[in-house]
Nanobody, 116 residues
Framework: QVHLVESGGGLVQAGGSLRLSCAAP????????MGWYRQAPGKQRDLVAT???????NYADSVKGRFTISRDNAKNTVYLQMNSLKPEDTAVYYC??????????WGQGTQVTVSS
């Protein structure tokens, strides 16, 4: 069982910033793709950003230019820097680890609430 530990969520005013962190097991982190997804109440879980083991990134159109995903292989941690937050960014954010394009693991989720 792969255990992902997320942190950094909270309440912030519109226009503010938050940084999410997700720590993963060191044995597989460096060879895994990592990602952040979010799920608002009553909606499906959507991709926010992903980063490959080679640090290639991909973003949802709704967050391009505002969010930045990065990884630190020495700390086995992936980050999501969120700037210029909007009320529509309010959701539970989930960390994802994808191993060998086949095995998916999820964190427990962290709540991000953006007030207007």
């Amino acid at each position: 069982q792969v255990h992902l530990v997320e942190s950094g969520g909270g309440l912030v005013q519109a226009g503010g910033s938050l940084r999410l962190s997700c720590a993963a097991p060191g044995s597989i982190f460096s060879i895994s793709a990592m990602g952040w997804y979010r799920q608002a109440p009553g909606k499906q879980r959507d991709l926010v950003a992903t980063i490959t083991s080679g640090s290639r990134t991909n973003y949802a159109d709704s967050v391009k230019g505002r969010f930045t995903i990065s990884r630190d292989n020495a700390k086995n941690t992936v980050y999501l820097q969120m700037n210029s937050l909007k009320p529509e960014d309010t959701a539970v954010y989930y960390c994802n680890l994808c191993l060998e394009d086949e095995y998916d693991y999820w964190g427990q989720g962290t709540q991000v609430t953006v007030s207007s």
